[in-house]
């Protein structure tokens, strides 16, 4: 990271979640603007500072907290929400853990898919580059209790799932 943090207080103001220019940097920045743009294709929201281009998330985590982890992880997955509270430090394999479900997965359901072999649903949740197996399934819903609770034993804080099992 080249900027900063006297510099990026210099800049910014921190409210809700984004980073208010105090300066107008150019004819289209004024003061109290939101600093920048949600990127259609990732959902980050992405500002630009003295020449570099830089992940909000990672300024605002930054900017409070006065280093940079490796890792930043969006605790409700929304990758423009960037409030601090949503904000945490994590590994490598934490940050993929909650992850929104992968557009090759064709149950619709993270963790279950279709074994052709078998024609069953099977259960396999990764942690750690290792996969876990949880069984077979004749029943999707079944499948689906079953990843969803495998994911929070081996998640915990950081699963897709967490909470909505136990309210």
Not at 101 to 127: A, C, E, L, P, Y
Request: hydrophobic share 35%; charged share 30%.
């Amino acid at each position: 990271m080249e900027i900063t943090l006297s510099r990026l207080h210099e800049l910014f103001d921190y409210k809700d979640g984004n980073l208010i220019w105090k300066t107008a940097k150019a004819r289209i920045i004024k003061v109290g603007d939101i600093a920048g743009n949600v990127d259609k294709y990732d959902g980050y929201v992405r500002i630009g500072v003295d020449g570099g281009i830089y992940k909000a998330h990672r300024l605002i985590y930054f900017y409070h907290n006065g280093y940079l982890p490796s890792f930043i992880d969006h605790i409700d997955g929304n990758r423009s929400n960037n409030k601090i509270e949503n904000l945490r430090v994590a590994s490598k394999s934490q940050n993929s853990m909650n992850q929104k479900i992968s557009t090759r997965n064709s149950s619709g359901i993270k963790g279950v898919m279709w074994h052709k072999r078998d024609q069953k649903w099977f259960v396999q949740i990764r942690k750690n580059k290792k996969c876990h197996s949880f069984g077979y399934f004749d029943d999707k819903e079944l499948a689906e209790l079953v990843a969803m609770e495998a994911t929070d034993l081996l998640h915990k804080d950081f699963s897709a799932y967490k909470g909505v099992l136990n309210g």
